[in-house]
């Protein structure tokens, strides 16, 4: 299927210098656990669109021990450009060690994970229990400038609840004044599922105490969804996590419509990007690291598929890669049909 072949008027924010980088457009990918790893990114990059990747969040913590030609969390190709590497902490001690592995895998930027809401790692006092631990979010972050002239960031949601909003705007202007270059709010509040609606509006009123550029983030699922956000948000440029890995080329797709980029209409074929995410698993991960990720993968690609939850089963229940490769094929034979999925059965995955 050919897309988007039709361009809409744009109203595009302009480009985003942050130091050294330059994030054109300024369409950012999402860190995801167990999704935004080389073999996805690599899918975007070939359609094109995206300002600026992402890693998933690394333990600052064991960074420095990981293996980047080894570990799943740090393959990287030479195309996937420009990286955002996200850290994931919750003291400020862990941050020396590891902004020093990031400069050796070569980082373009550095990303601070304040927003994770999972009990896990709230447990330890990170994520977005940073945003309720200021002083150490604090030195957190003035480790960090102190450490590395990357372009700094820090990804937030909107606190607690709607009462808050001193608080947030309090803490915002904290990150700014400790030297973050940019800031991504993820538009819920911290208990948030996602199957609540994002307020982007809240986003308007970050922008308002502060200067640096901030990134809209959350329930952008379409070319639609992104122009609305960006015209209640003011933002100064949009981060997308599952709608583009239900759809590999919505960065394709945003960046033409509303940015004017010079993309060529992404041509989607979804069983070639799906063998071609599967061969890049086989290709450059151990084989304990693959199965897990199609998996994780297929949960929100069948999305495109009308029966796609046969699909998303069938894999689910495979028990190797060829197996998996296997299912996919004969589903795909039968399921020619794909469909584009709304918001609203978008909305019903689990909460992150
Ligand atoms: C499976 C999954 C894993 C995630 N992992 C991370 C993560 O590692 N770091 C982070 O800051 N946010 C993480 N998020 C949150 C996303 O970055 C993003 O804020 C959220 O999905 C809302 O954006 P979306 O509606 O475009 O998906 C994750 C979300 C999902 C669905």
Request: net charge neutral; hydrophobic share 40%; charged share 25%.
């Amino acid at each position: 299927m050919q897309l988007g072949a039709e361009s809409n008027v744009q109203r595009q924010p302009p480009a985003l210098q942050i130091r050294e980088l330059l994030i054109n457009p300024p369409l950012l990918l999402a860190p995801m656990a167990g999704l935004t790893h080389s073999a996805l990114r690599r899918l975007m990059v070939d359609f094109g669109g995206a300002g600026l990747l992402s890693t998933e969040m690394l333990s600052a913590k064991r960074l420095p021990t990981e293996n980047p030609r080894i570990s799943p969390y740090l393959i990287r190709t030479e195309k996937e450009n420009p990286l955002s590497y996200q850290l994931l902490t919750s003291n400020c001690q862990e941050i020396g060690r590891a902004v020093d592995a990031l400069h050796a895998f070569k980082a373009d930027a550095v990303d601070l994970n304040m927003g994770c809401p999972s009990t896990a790692v709230g447990r330890f006092g990170a994520g977005v229990m940073l945003m309720e631990r200021p002083e150490e979010a604090r030195r957190i972050v003035a480790e960090a400038r102190k450490r590395t002239v990357l372009p700094l960031s820090a990804k937030i949601r909107l606190g607690s609840d709607a009462g808050d909003s001193g608080k947030l705007k309090t803490f915002c202007s904290m990150l700014e004044g400790e030297g973050i270059d940019m800031l991504t709010v993820h538009a819920r509040f911290k208990q948030e599922p996602f199957v609540r609606n994002p307020r982007w509006a809240y986003i308007a009123e970050i922008k308002e105490c502060i200067k640096i550029p901030v990134i809209a983030n959350g329930g952008i699922f379409s070319v639609e969804d992104a122009e609305k956000c960006l015209e209640i948000s003011g933002a100064d440029g949009l981060m997308l996590g599952r709608g583009a890995v239900i759809r590999p080329w919505l960065f394709a797709e945003i960046a033409r419509n509303i940015f004017g980029g010079d993309i060529t209409v992404p041509v989607v074929t979804l069983p070639d990007i799906y063998t071609a995410f599967i061969d890049a698993l086989n290709a450059d991960y151990r084989p304990i690291y693959r199965l897990g990720r199609l998996k994780a993968f297929t949960h929100y690609f069948a999305r495109n598929y009308k029966f796609g939850h046969s699909l998303a089963c069938r894999i689910q229940s495979s028990r190797s890669m060829d197996e998996a490769r296997e299912r996919a094929w004969i589903f795909f034979e039968n399921n020619s049909e794909e469909y584009s999925p709304t918001a609203e059965r978008i909305g019903k995955t689990p909460d992150y």
